[in-house]
């Protein structure tokens, strides 16, 4: 069972007690003084994989002598002119470890310094750094049977810390840690991952006594980890990676949560998946905090282990959703211990904060040996360009440093370079390390020759870094951690500045550094000004989407609303119309029958009346016709009575002598003839005479009730007055009746065509061609007394005059038979004989 750790008040330092304990820790810190000057750079050589044996490759390593170490290059025209000429380039480190060392060597040579400098009070980190596949993982992380420096290390602080390990108290942060290690457990058993329980058990655990690494490790003289005996102690750990120039937190639950839904659907890339990128901020002195980043108080190293594990997990399941490659980002892992110190029974005060980061650099690589495009291209640029980036730096690190060692006026006056943290993430957040604090390279070197240019390459940068010192040996200060600074342990304050005043008199950064720092400041503010304008701009973009998507919908309902009005007025007015026309229909049909019905009759009478009059003039006409033929009858009898009296004469003449005889003969003879046309005149006259009464009395009857007055009056003075002028003038009775043939035949046309024309206008028939008819001026008027009706008429008159036409059509028919029998009963023969008569008579 576990004890309760003490709760911590935390006190403000005084200023003696702080005294007292800096010069006690400055004790401790001189025994490693010569370590610290310089970052130190291990280059560790790792044996052929299986692979690289069934492959058949050869080593590059030329020779290993002591601390030197010489490559072959595969490609020479590639290398400087040096290397060219040498065939071979040779680097120098602080240590080179070959092939064969154990990691327990590894850890006892690098790791077991910089625990001291934590329990010391001291930043530090280890960093990895090589060409991909050279070893760099397994240096850092190892493997469940070879466990790395970070495991190692981690049950080493425990370990030597034992029981000094105290809880601070309850935060949110202690509480999400609590839950991030329950997230994973079940993270990892629904992944059914067997290692949780199998990794966790093999790594100590004080509280619950499973045996640690180092429990029979005599021989690695664990207890040499002392800390100050009058510290208690607070561990905090935290992990991150930098993956396409964004910081990623490891421990974060969220991604943990959203992986779990992904994993019970299977491990799938999905482009669903999304991680939220940490923010860096510039905290006091220009330091930088990444915002959010999950520090988790932990009590023993088994709970540490778990964590390690959950981070692993988490950059497992983004490889695998995201479709990555395995090893494309940089890790972090960060150790921190706060030391505390006891005043009272429950009260404590914080005497310094130290952090231990251990970095496993993605490996650098040829994107034209290894042909990777898209994603994975874009991956080894960035991972190229921040190592590239982080040469730069130790490259201009190192030159800024020999200038100021020459200690010469005229080159201190040379311009100074400036160190490129900026342009990547990991070299600004590892700015303070290479600045000022304590770092241990291993230099991870493959053997194989293929791989020979690029771990030229990255030796190279390697070497820079070995050269370089420490500017400034912060010790118990926590101005260079690259963790964010608890805001209970600001009663640390006024030490570290105090501290800071003390160091000053050691070094004073030049006006250069200060100048770079400026410019540091103002890059930093720069990006972060970028930062918050990409973050405005997408923002306004936000809104803008959201306003347009607003405006949008009101149109829409708008237009919805507007078409709704115009639907029903539609339906309003449609209706309305069509009980209009429904009404209008009704009254048309209404008064068209009414109509129908009057002009019907009133037809019917015209009609009868038409035919009244055409019988009568029939009968009129054929007993004109009789009397006519009685007259002509007569007229050939007299002159064939004449004739044969002409002939009797003749006959006498010629059986009597004498002149006498022949002239009694003639003038008897022209007596006889004067006496007969004298009676056939007087005859002939009255019979005309009356034909004449009876004629005129059914021209006019018929005209006046069929044509009208004005036609009758028109008929009167233009055929019957002329009519009966010429036959009184004419003596000849048989002229005079041939001359009244001619006017009844003329006069016959003229009706006929009136008539038609009357019933063409009513029936709206087309009207006759004949030019020359006298009544053109009387149909005109007609038409217009017509059209003058027919304006005050209704559309049922319309519609009654088109229904009625057939019916209008067939009185007309009627009636031009009337006058065709007419016409034919007075042939042309009969008038041009009478024309021929007249002209001999004359
Ligand atoms: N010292 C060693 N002893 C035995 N095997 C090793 C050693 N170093 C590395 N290996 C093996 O070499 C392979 C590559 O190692 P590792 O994954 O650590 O390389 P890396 O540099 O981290 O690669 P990357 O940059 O791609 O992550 C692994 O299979 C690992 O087990």
């Given at each position: 069972m576990s004890t309760s750790p003490p709760i911590v008040r935390y006190l403000q330092f005084e200023n003696e007690d702080f005294e007292t304990k800096t010069q006690n820790l400055k004790n401790n810190e001189e025994q490693n003084t010569t370590d610290c000057e310089r970052i130190k750079v291990f280059l560790r050589l790792r044996p052929f994989t299986v692979d690289e044996i069934a492959r058949g490759e050869k080593s590059a390593v030329l020779q290993v002598k002591e601390n030197r170490i010489s490559i072959r290059p595969r490609?020479?025209?590639?290398?400087?002119s040096e290397v060219q000429t040498a065939n071979e380039a040779t680097f120098e480190f602080d240590e080179i470890f070959q092939d064969d060392i154990s990691q327990s060597e590894i850890f006892k040579k690098v790791a077991i310094p910089f625990i001291r400098k934590l329990f010391n009070g001291q930043n530090s980190m280890i960093l990895a750094y090589g060409i991909t596949n050279a070893g760099k993982t397994h240096t850092i992380l190892?493997?469940?049977s070879e466990p790395g420096l970070i495991p190692r290390s981690i049950d080493a602080i425990f370990h030597s810390l034992k029981d000094r390990i105290i809880q601070g108290p309850k935060t949110d942060e202690k509480e999400s840690a609590k839950y991030l290690i329950e997230c994973c457990r079940n993270v990892l058993f629904s992944a059914k991952d067997e290692n949780w329980n199998s990794v966790t058990d093999s790594f100590s655990d004080p509280v619950t006594g499973?045996?640690?690494?180092?429990?029979?490790?005599k021989e690695n003289n664990?207890?040499?980890?002392?800390?100050?005996?009058s510290l208690l102690f607070q561990v905090t750990v935290s992990y991150f990676e930098i993956y396409n120039d964004r910081c990623y937190d490891l421990f974060d639950v969220d991604t943990l949560l959203e992986a779990q839904k992904i994993l019970k659907r299977g491990l799938k890339p999905t482009t669903k998946y999304r991680r939220q990128g940490l923010k860096l901020k510039e905290i006091q002195n220009g330091k930088i905090k990444i915002e959010g980043l999950h520090e988790i108080e932990v009590s023993n190293s088994a709970e540490v282990h778990r964590l390690l594990q959950c981070g692993l997990k988490n950059r497992q399941i983004a490889e695998t959703l995201c479709n990555r490659h395995s090893s494309r980002s940089h890790t972090v892992f960060n150790v921190s211990l706060k030391a505390l110190e006891k005043v009272s029974k429950k009260e404590y005060r914080s005497v310094f904060e130290a952090t231990l980061s251990f970095v496993d650099l993605a490996g650098s690589e040829r994107t034209t040996k290894t042909n990777v495009t898209g994603e994975r291209l874009k991956e080894t640029a960035q991972i190229n360009k921040s190592l590239m980036n982080l040469g730069q730096c130790l490259e201009a690190l190192r030159r800024n440093q020999r200038i100021k060692e020459l200690k010469d006026e005229e080159n201190s006056k040379k311009k100074l370079l400036l160190v490129p943290y900026r342009q990547s993430k990991l070299t600004l957040l590892f700015r303070d390390f290479l600045q000022n604090g304590s770092t241990l390279m291993i230099a991870a070197c493959s053997p194989s020759s293929s791989d020979a240019d690029e771990t030229i390459h990255a030796l190279r940068t390697a070497s820079f870094a070995k050269e370089l010192k420490y500017g400034l040996m912060q010790v118990h200060g926590n101005s260079n951690t690259i963790l964010n600074q608890p805001k209970h342990l600001n009663g640390l304050r006024p030490r570290t500045e105090e501290r800071i005043q003390l160091e000053d008199d050691t070094f004073r950064p030049s006006l250069v550094d200060e100048r770079f720092q400026d410019v540091d400041e103002l890059m930093l503010e720069v990006e972060s000004l970028r930062e918050r304008l990409a973050f405005a701009e997408s923002r306004a973009l936000l809104i803008e989407s959201e306003i347009r998507d607003e405006v949008a919908k009101e149109m829409e309902e708008a237009l919805h609303k507007m078409e709704m009005q115009y639907r029903v007025k539609l339906d309003e007015a449609s209706q309305f119309h069509e009980e209009r026309l429904e009404r209008r229909v009704q009254l048309i049909t209404t008064t068209a029958r009414k109509e129908l019905g009057y002009g019907a009759a009133h037809r019917a009478a015209e009609h009868a009346m038409l035919n009244y009059y055409k019988d009568k003039w029939e009968t009129e006409r054929a007993l004109h016709g009789i009397e006519l033929s009685q007259l002509k009858q007569k007229l050939r009898e007299r002159n064939l009575e004449r004739d044969q009296l002409k002939e009797l004469l003749s006959n006498r003449t010629t059986a009597y002598d004498g002149v006498s005889r022949k002239n009694v003969f003639t003038q008897t003879e022209e007596n006889l003839e004067l006496q007969k046309s004298t009676s056939d005149r007087i005859d002939s006259r009255n019979e005309l005479s009356n034909l004449l009464e009876n004629f005129v009395d059914i021209v006019k009857r018929f005209t006046q009730q069929l044509l009208g007055e004005n036609v009758w009056h028109q008929i009167e003075d233009k055929y019957l007055v002329p009519m009966i002028e010429e036959l009184a003038r004419e003596e000849d009775c048989k002229v005079g009746q041939l001359h009244m043939i001619d006017y009844v035949n003329r006069l016959f046309e003229f009706l006929t065509a009136s008539t038609n024309q009357d019933v063409t206008r009513e029936t709206g028939l087309e009207p006759s061609n004949?030019?020359?008819?006298?009544n053109k001026n009387q149909s005109k008027r007609r038409r217009e007394r017509r059209k003058k009706q027919t304006e005050n008429t209704t559309e049922a008159e319309h519609f009654y005059v088109q229904n009625d036409s057939s019916e209008a059509a067939a009185c007309s028919d009627d009636f031009d038979n009337s006058t065709s029998v007419l016409s034919t009963t007075t042939p042309d023969k009969v008038i041009k004989k009478s024309r021929r008569s007249r002209k001999t008579k004359k």
């Open positions: 490609n020479r025209n590639y290398m400087s190892g493997t469940e499973v045996p640690s690494l180092f429990a029979d490790d664990i207890s040499l980890l002392s800390a100050d005996e004949d030019e020359n008819l006298p």
